[in-house]
């Protein structure tokens, strides 16, 4: 089959293929230049078994739908659907959208981190009285990430150890899952949001190292980028009124067309840092994210990533050598795209295999 046609295979082994519509990408970055779809021949391929088949995420997938996917812009809903959707619209474009409160302890958590001189027993204080953010500040304070020869035992060490930025990302962390947690008639699609966050963080933060951000910068980015599917499944919820179930199509359908205009307005309510506004409000069309087109652009790739992979679609994270993304990144070397792929894969695997969710 010829060298290079021998390394593919190495790198991507061939599993049945899921199909799937790929976003397509907006107009300003939709031409990528010509390149090879084989990669070069002189890095190390290292030996690595396929994914999982029957992993948490491609269960619940299998359960929800895709809900990302182009499909449901144009699938027929029923009458009662079609009726919510419309609902939907019209307080969505009149801005009257339902959007959750920050819990008072991440509020007060996040004024005290906010402060330019932090008084760190004043935040140890506050964040003890969220058992949830204190169990997760020190699980990661003792992560592989963070951890030292000494554990952490205390809130305060995990604190010391962790910073500041780690802090509040935890914190934002907690509260959009407290959030998630409100909607309960929809149960399966906030678990799959809540799994796509925090994948699409992981993946994002190891990015982040290769293409100019802060790690910590790079996780909330891929933390908080569609934080208005929160929003939507809330009003969702609402307006379903007597309705038992709500159907993939439709939620998939209320993400894609609402989710960056809910995702500005709950991130400008929560008081985001205004990176996180602008990333939430446009990152599809990242080209044309006026303010933080780079931080647009690694959201985009991070959240395709997390979507490929999820799905096992094989090919589709072959195509990802081609991303605009990427272009507009600057990762314009063949070799350092392969590798930069082939390390979010272990990433996101790496995250997945520790948080089933």
Known sequence: MGLLGWIKTKLFPAPALVSVAAPQPAAAARAPRERSAARPA???LPERAPPSTASR??????????LDGDEHLTGQLDNPESDLLERLRQRIESGELD??????????ALEVA???SVDVHQLVQTIARDPLITSELLRIANSALYAT??????LQQAIMRIGLKAV????????????????????????????QSQSVAAVARKLGASTGFEREQ???IGLLHDIGKIVLLGMLQREMRDMSRLSPALVGRTFRLFHESAGGAIAAQWKLPIEIVSVASQHHDFASNEDYPRAAALAKLAHEIDLRLSLRDEGGVRMLVESPALEFLGIRDETARWQLIEAAR???EAHAHSHPH
């Open 42 to 44: 002189d890095a190390p």
């Open 57 to 66: 995420a491609a269960l619940l997938r299998a359960r929800v739908g895709q």
């Open 99 to 108: 959007i959750p409160l920050l819990p008072p302890t991440s509020v007060t």
């Open 114 to 116: 906010n402060r330019p």
């Open 149 to 154: 020869q000494n554990e952490a035992s205390s």
């Open 168 to 195: 509040r990302n935890v914190v934002f962390s907690a509260a959009m899952k407290s959030s998630l947690s409100n909607a309960r008639r929809l149960n399966e699609y906030a678990e799959e949001v809540w799994r």
């Open 218 to 220: 790079a996780y909330l």
């Open 346 to 348: 272990e990433e996101w």
